[in-house]
T-cell receptor
């Protein structure tokens, strides 16, 4: 079974600084997707960024980027120029590849605090 | 497009009762997944429906069931409620985008069992 581990239950960062959230996963599959989701206090889960396992290039979405290390099964999220609105719970998630399995396996989450 | 909607947003039930939660996916999305979120267990997959068929199921007892209608709206039902069923229930709908099936979540239904 696939597992996703987020070893940092809580992190804090100063506004405008950079923070990196860690995620490791375990799978025997070669085709899969990795995601970072953000859940602000209002609880609406929002997709931040995704990475296809077959792509060597790290995904980037504006201030958010990932460091995908496939051999090490590591998938960290870097948030640059942190803003107060970035404060939320961040979940790392895994999905097996293929078009018939949409199940997401989530890590326990990292609570990010942004200090003004 | 309107996002994923879930009703009701909050619900209080008594042990032993049953409850039905509803989810309307984003227009055009044919897959709906359900997740249970609790402080202790985190986010756990319940089941996924595609074109009215359950394709995947998580490790939950048979008290948890669901269905999907022809318009892709989905309902999940929990019978004989237990205190441990208190949770945030999230629904997500999926679309194919750039080769990846991304899931979009609703705001959730907060179920409290007393």
């Amino acid at each position: 079974a696939q597992t996703v581990t987020q070893s940092q239950p809580e992190m804090s960062v100063q506004e405008a600084e950079t923070v990196t959230l860690s995620c490791t996963y375990d799978t025997s599959e070669s085709d899969y997707y990795l995601f970072w989701y953000k859940q602000p206090p209002s609880r609406q889960m929002i997709l931040v960024i995704r990475q296809e396992a077959y792509k060597q290039q790290n995904a980037t979405e504006n201030r958010f980027s990932v460091n995908f290390q496939k051999a090490a099964k590591s998938f960290s999220l870097k948030i640059s120029d942190s803003q107060l609105g970035d404060a939320a719970m961040y979940f790392c998630a895994y999905r097996r590849g293929g078009g018939s399995n949409y199940k997401l396996t989530f890590g326990k989450g990292t609570l990010l605090t942004v200090n003004p | 497009k309107a996002g994923v909607t879930q009703t009701p947003r909050y619900l209080i039930k008594t042990r032993g009762q049953q409850v039905t939660l509803s989810c309307s996916p984003i227009s055009g999305h044919r897959s709906v997944s359900w997740y249970q979120q609790t402080p202790g267990q985190g986010l756990q997959f319940l089941f996924e429906y595609f074109s009215e068929t359950q394709r995947n199921k998580g490790n939950f007892p048979g008290r948890f069931s669901g269905r999907q209608f022809s318009n892709s709206r989905s309902e999940m039902n929990v019978s004989t409620l237990e205190l441990g069923d208190s949770a945030l229930y999230l629904c997500a709908s999926s679309s194919l985008r750039q080769g990846a099936y991304e899931q979009y979540f609703g705001p959730g239904t907060r179920l409290t069992v007393t």
